[in-house]
């Protein structure tokens, strides 16, 4: 399966913004999926996962409450809506895709299939 990021942009702090994960050559409905990212000089970390159905999520400390995951397997599209983004929140945005079930799956390496990064800017 080939993914696809993308609605990254520039905002303010405080302010919102949505970035989406499209598929093709696959369904991702056979996938847990996952969103990470990296900031300059820093190592990938890890955001939220969501279950194959979405009945589950899980989140990153950092942006729970903050972050939600959602999934629309109709459309082939995982979604992460990001509200009162920080300064910090500053990154290059990574979808991925999981075959395995399992909830605690956060580490980068239990991924399979990775989307190319959309820049995320949050000016403060």
Known sequence: ???QASGGGLVETGGSLSVSCS???GTLRS???GWFRQAPGKEREFLARIGYTGTYTAYADSVRGRFTIS???AKNTVYLQMDNLKFEDTADYYCAADRWAGSSRTDETEYQFWGQGTQVTVSS
């Open 1 to 3: 399966v080939q993914l």
């Open 23 to 25: 598929a093709s050559g």
């Open 31 to 33: 996938y847990n999926m």
């Open 71 to 73: 999934r629309d397997n």
